[in-house]
């Protein structure tokens, strides 16, 4: 059974994935047997809109945590995929390459980005957030969201 923790505000309903680790620029880590499948999370790809376009790197790079791992394209805005995790990426969601509309249909599943066989996971911690920690981060980002769209003073 998924459980999530949710959060409403307006007509929106953001989730975060519980037992995931987050980073602050709301990229998400999910750690089976020291590898890390790594996305967007539910807040990020909302915020964003819908995914048109996935610029990925290739399996075999190895990658420190906090370093560009290619572009999400949307309607609104094109960003940086910022990697959660040091490591060496072993898989690109081949999925998502052909359908990245499956970052805003399923975020936290058929949605991921890679995944990346960990390096130093006990130092990537330090610099992640457990999903309630997130769960705030994230809440405080969404009434900032809407302070700058409708000037909410909530």
């Known amino acids: 059974m998924e459980e999530f923790l949710e ?6 309903i953001f989730k975060v994935k519980t037992g995931y680790w987050y980073s602050p620029e709301d990229f998400w880590a999910n750690i089976v047997n020291h590898v890390a499948v790594i996305g967007v999370s539910d807040f990020l790809q909302k915020l964003k ?3 048109a376009f996935l610029e990925t790197i290739s399996p075999g790079i190895t990658v420190k945590r906090g370093q560009e791992l290619g ?9 940086n995929i910022i990697s959660p995790v040091t490591g060496t990426i072993v898989e690109v ?8 509309y499956l970052i805003n249909e399923a975020p936290y599943d058929s949605g991921w980005i890679y995944r990346i066989e960990l390096l130093d996971f006990e130092a990537d911690k ?3 957030l457990k999903d309630w920690d997130y769960f705030e981060l994230m809440k405080k980002k969404v009434l900032e969201e809407a302070r700058k769209l409708y000037g909410e003073k909530k």
Do not use: C
Not at 7 to 12: D, R, S
């Open 93 to 100: 969601n081949q999925e998502i390459e052909a359908s990245p």
């Open 49 to 51: 809109g819908d995914v």
């Open 71 to 79: 572009k999400i394209e949307t309607i609104k805005a094109t960003f």
């Open 7 to 12: 959060y409403t505000h307006e007509k929106f």
């Open 126 to 128: 330090n610099e992640l």
